[in-house]
């Protein structure tokens, strides 16, 4: 018969048996610390977490429409989130504009860049006005500060004043024949379509201006859509008109802002046109928005309804796909009157 296998020696089971015993006890010790100081501890987390996710002072500033004719007055709207009860300090605003701009602020005359005081409680609201000179577009800052005996809050919003007494782009011919070749812009190049090509409609094209301000991940977004002006395309470019012919290639000129504290992400805008049969056109998905980013449309359609005054309606985000700080600034119209 062969050798049985030799036996552990007992030593080591006595080691191992000792060892699983110290471990238990080592436990056991940590399981009775942690229960005594179970209470404390979970203060201090529970603390911890409160302060991570803890909304900060913020100033939010939000105005009606941002896109607005020059010399037209606004009215601003103030909210100070998460100030303290017993700070004190006083609140100021500015306007970032240069010398070829005039600005208006409360009723009054202010100097670009000059703080204007707002008294020390939260100003409910203020107006501006801005005339602009040279160019069509011209965005502003407005700049709201709260200056605290022990704290600092800044916030902007972005406005861009229309100078409708400056043509969107340069002029033309208007008398030319409309059978020419016909060329359309895009955002990176032109695209020519010659008379029998088949020209879709609707149709648009799009230019996106950046605000450059950072998304508060605590914020809200608010689309915000401001038509700009109704008339047409002749030979390319847009043209402003109140009254068009049914032959006419209408359009409408309009800004999609992000008048929020967080970005959008991705969207889209419906139009309600006024053809002979009532179209309803849905954009492609849009770009994501930060802050005071916002994008200039120009949307053309043929076939508009004749003989009458008629509507053309948009609606930025229909579904509420987003929760914003205000879903009434999300739709606007353009009026034609047809002949």
């Not at 006005?129 to 022990?150: C, F, H, K, S, W």
């Not at 902007?156 to 070749?181: G, R």
């Not at 016909?182 to 996106?208: H, I, L, N």
Request: proline share 3%; glycine share 6%.
């Amino acid at each position: 018969m062969a050798d049985e296998e030799p036996g552990r020696p007992i030593w080591i089971t006595i080691l191992a048996v000792a060892g699983i015993l110290a471990v238990i006890f080592a436990l056991g010790i940590s399981v009775f610390q942690l229960a005594t100081r179970g209470s404390d501890r979970v203060s201090e987390i529970t603390a911890g977490l409160g302060g991570l996710f803890e909304r900060n002072e913020r100033i939010i500033l939000s105005v009606d429409e941002s896109a607005i004719n020059s010399k037209d007055e606004v009215t601003l709207f103030v909210e100070h989130r998460n100030k303290s009860a017993d700070q004190n300090g006083v609140y100021v605003a500015l306007i970032d504009c240069d010398e070829e701009a005039t600005a208006i602020l409360n009723d009054e005359e202010v100097a670009c860049n000059e703080e204007i005081g707002l008294g020390e409680e939260t100003p409910e609201s203020f107006t501006v006005a801005m005339q602009t000179e040279n160019l069509r577009y011209t965005d502003i800052p407005v700049i709201v500060r709260y200056v605290g005996e022990d704290n600092f809050v800044e916030t902007d919003t972005l406005l861009t004043i229309v100078n409708t007494d400056i043509a969107s782009t340069p002029e033309e011919d208007e008398t030319a024949d409309e059978d020419e070749t016909v060329d359309k812009e895009t955002d990176d190049e032109v695209v020519t379509d010659t008379e029998d090509s088949e020209e879709a409609t609707p149709q648009y094209v799009t230019v996106k201006r950046y605000g450059g301000r950072y998304s508060d991940p605590n914020g809200t977004p608010d689309l915000q859509l401001s038509v700009t002006e109704s008339g047409i395309i002749r030979n390319g470019n847009f043209r402003e008109r109140s009254e068009v012919q049914e032959s006419d290639r209408a359009a409408v000129s309009f800004t999609i802002s992000n008048a929020g504290t967080k970005e959008t992400g991705t969207w889209y805008f419906i139009a309600l046109l006024p053809t002979g049969e009532t179209y309803y056109f849905r954009s492609d998905n849009q770009e994501n928005l930060l802050p005071g980013d916002r994008i200039e449309y120009i949307l053309a359609f043929d076939d508009i309804e004749g003989n009458r005054e008629t509507e053309l309606y948009l609606y930025a985000d229909p579904t509420d796909s987003m929760t914003e700080l205000s879903e009434t600034n999300n739709v606007d119209e353009a009026v034609y009157y047809v002949r």
